[in-house]
């Protein structure tokens, strides 16, 4: 859920500095994470087996957005987030 609120008064006047015009202020209070499931896809141009993300969901879940930032892994290089040729065979061979 994105809430967005008015900011508060800056006592930024007093100190002789003028606020941002027109600042506004985002809060997220939860993050919503949808699996779906892995389906042969139909790019061409893709090293290997094609991939794509199929219409059904395999698994849903819902967090508060300070409880899944203290306990998320750490972020993948992208070099992490590439199917070699060899793994997307294996994952089709699995479906």
Do not use: W
């Amino acid at each position: 859920m994105v809430e967005f609120t008015k900011p508060q008064k800056s006592s930024l006047k007093k100190e002789g500095k003028k606020p941002a015009k027109d600042s506004k202020k985002v809060d997220f209070s939860t993050l919503e994470i949808t699996e779906y499931l892995i389906e042969i896809g139909d790019n061409p141009s893709c090293e290997g087996a094609p991939l794509c993300i199929g219409n059904e969901v395999q698994a849903y879940e819902e967090y508060d957005v300070d409880e899944f930032e203290e306990t998320r892994k750490a972020r993948r290089h992208r070099k992490q987030l590439l199917i070699s040729p060899s793994r997307r065979s294996r994952i089709l061979m699995s479906l």
